[in-house]
């Protein structure tokens, strides 16, 4: 009976639905690649951003569904990969593991900022179907970290909630941190990929520049 009725709700989700794809080009070599979810019934829709974790993409786990749930309920829901999560244009893979390694905090915020730029420019497909007045954040493990951070910092943003959201942005022990900042990288395991994907010392160096900001 469960299995049934979480199906009946997916099926009347997907109704009316409208989905596109977009990129967002932030230098050579460098994007943000993303998905736009609306219910198409002539209404402006208020935004609703919704930023992956750790290890995590726009396509990973829960997050589709849970994007299908938010447009049905009447959001302009963009999901989108962080250009530097790793997964290139396979949109599955961690296939950019060199990305991944020199990935940080700063980074996600200037690509926060590159998303909500284009929103508010009215230059993503189906900018006609966004009420760009109510936007909002949704982040879950890192990404709840950064919905936080980021809409401290940007008055633009009306409302931001963590999904199992991170309490340091330190996700390391001191043991690692002092390993990376001595060998320059380490790695950590992907349970899913089985893939050893590195963190480099750029990580714990933006945390230290940023110690004192507000946003870190």
Known sequence: MIKLAVGKVLLMSL???VHRTFTIE?????????????KEDGQAKPVLLFAHGFKGFKDWGFMPYASEQLAHLG????TF??????????ESDFDELYRFGANTYSQEQKDLAAVLAAVLEGTLPLSEQMNKEPIFLVGHSRGGGNSVLFAAEHPEIRGAAS????????LFGDAFREQV?????????????????????????????????SIL
């Not at 999904?163 to 330190?170: L, S, Y």
Request: hydrophobic letters at 40%; aromatic letters at 8%.
């Open 26 to 38: 932030l230098e050579p070599g460098s994007c943000i690649r993303g998905n736009i979810r609306v």
């Open 75 to 78: 959001f302009a829901v963009i």
């Open 15 to 17: 109704k009316n639905r």
């Open 181 to 213: 900042l001595r060998d320059g990288v380490g790695y950590v395991a992907n349970a899913r990929t089985k893939q050893q994907m590195p963190i480099t010392a750029a990580f714990f160096e933006d945390l230290d520049r940023n110690r004192s900001d």
């Open 163 to 170: 999904w199992n959201g991170i309490a340091d942005v330190n």
């Open 81 to 90: 990969n962080f250009s530097h999560n790793g997964v290139g244009l396979n």
